[in-house]
């Protein structure tokens, strides 16, 4: 199965890669993809799905010569495959419907009760009310409209931001003219957004022009988005409020008046990351040529000439050597800002040396950096924002530790094997330090007291006076350790324990400290600070007993990953009284009794259990009314002294159930006895919530892996 979106200036070589991305390759035979051309990207998906019966769903296609280039990838192998394609235009949507068994079917606009329900839910959280006093205007509104649902959510999410008066809903009206009432037009749909985009205060439209940066259906990560903000200089402190938590409130405002769409929603209500519709991205990036506040050079389009004055910030989304010849002519001076998301090779982009007055260079996701020369990075002195996410760098350029301006230095998702480099605690006010690997705590680390993120540390590789230091950070909200193996470490323990003692009189806000087979119980006497809100251990072995410093005092803790050697009933009350908490994991060596009882729970939205003795869990009326997601292993031997009852009908919420059945000590007949009282307990259950049932491997069964879904289905899917 996979899912894609087509731009209006489609990137068929990208398209067809990103096909290949969402399928399961076990031979690794795509690892090299970035090589290959479109012709031999579509030659390879043909060879792929040959044999395969395949599901794709191809949205947004704009036209017939982009549909026939696309579909020649797509092999008609009689095995029962199915393309899905979406189109707004008509005759598009008829040359994707060339054979006999094709069908086409044309959305209806929503009808006048449909409309009154989006429109009202949007602005008063109720599909059925609506003042009297607003009735009238609002027919007409809707009326305007025309039921198309982009157009009803842009002005109901404008209006939800305005008095519900009648003058002031009148004037919205008057505003929408005749856009969509007899002409479906996108030259309509235009109209419409343009609308909600004037209506912006100016530090938003400042914010959202911004994203013009992005190519079309980017998912842009929220993180990367306000640190760019910053360091653009768009964001100032307010009312007692951090740069970052004013540019937060301005992303949130951003979504909430449907300006962007969010993408990944997590338990805590957070958006993860957002996209633009393509058609508001048209009209940003049409206002952002017309103010010279973006220069966007992409597919088939350059806006270079129609600048005027200098270039601010320039957005690279595809290069030739016809757009190279024509940035060699370009003052690039003024440059603020440089956003590189070309995959092909950039061996002759032009030198950073023409782009002294960056604030960002953001390399994320670029292709052929390797060949860049980056030597005189150090002659960019404002430099706030460098990011190499996702790019093919063995190492950072070293001469990185003359940007003292730098804030934010991003290398996740890089072939970067080697330690940080040499002084890189001289950049004093880098705050964000993003890393997946391991390294040593730099020497000087004191002095790097920006630091909110810092990359994962290895305490027993580091120097005992670099552990020790990591108490003066005292604006750390997210700190990563790592302990290797060994009594001879003892020391370290020690002294990372007072450091994190320090740190709990500050605003840290998470905490993930991982160790392999070494006892972490030292962390048992630590006192965390009230803002903790994620707390996750990763290790093979287990703390004692759930840590006493987990009490309901911890109000902020939504997230805790933890294992434990015996829980016993009192440890998961305490843990069900936290107010706050939303995902809980937990891995137990013993549960102290065979049966644990849950109670309380009021927040949590997903509970993964796993208990190597079999612990068996008993839900409770009234307990986790929030849940959403029951992970859990499942000792058939065990609950079959409890007839197999789950007791998931008192979890109103439930969405999905996953099961690990473990059979030692279970025959096969018990074994299925178990999956089906499981799915006999789901299916009575008001959500029919998705159910899955894993079996662990039997060395009796050739370690064969069996699945099941509430829908009798059978597919497997590894642990």
Known sequence: ????????????????????SQMPCLDGSTQDTMDWDEKKSIAKLREMLQDKRYLVIIDDVWSRQAWNTIKCAFPENNCSSRIIATTRIIDVAKSCCQNTDDRMYKMEALNDLHSRTLFSKRIFGSSNYCPEVLHKVSDGILKKCGGLPLAIISISSLLANRPAMKDEWEKVKRSIGCALENNQSLEGMSSILSLSYNDLPPNLKTCLLYLSVFPEDYVIDRERLVR???AEGFISEQHGQSQQEVAENYFYELVNKSMVQPVDIGYDGKVRACQVHDMMLEIIISKSIEDNFVTVVRRGQISLKSHQGFIRRLSVQHIDQELLSALANEDLSHVRSLTVTSSVCMKHFPSLVEFESLRVLDFEDCQGLQEYDMNNIDKLFQLKYLSFRGTCITKPPSRIVMLRNLQTLDLRMTSMQQDLPDGIALLTKLQYLLTETQHKIP??????????????FNI??????AVEELGNLTRLNELSLHLSDGYRYKTHEEVLLSSLCKLSRCKLRSLYISREWGSLNFIDSWSPPSSLQIFHMSSNMHLANIPKWISPGLTSLVNLDINVAELREEGLHTLGLLPSLLDLALCLRSGGSKKLTVIGFPCLKRFNLFSWDGAYVMLTKGSMWNLEEFLLSFDVSVAKAYGFYLGIEHLPSLKLIQVVLRNEGATHSESKAAAAAIREEAGAHPNHPEVCILEEPDEDEDNNEKTDNDEGKSREEGN
């Open 1 to 20: 199965q996979a899912f894609v979106s087509i731009s209006q200036k489609p990137d068929i070589k990208k398209i067809i890669k990103d096909v290949i």
């Open 443 to 456: 020497i000087g680390i004191t002095n790097m007291r920006s630091l909110r993120v810092t990359p994962n």
């Open 460 to 465: 027993t590789k580091s120097p005992l006076d």
């Open 228 to 230: 760019r903000w910053i």
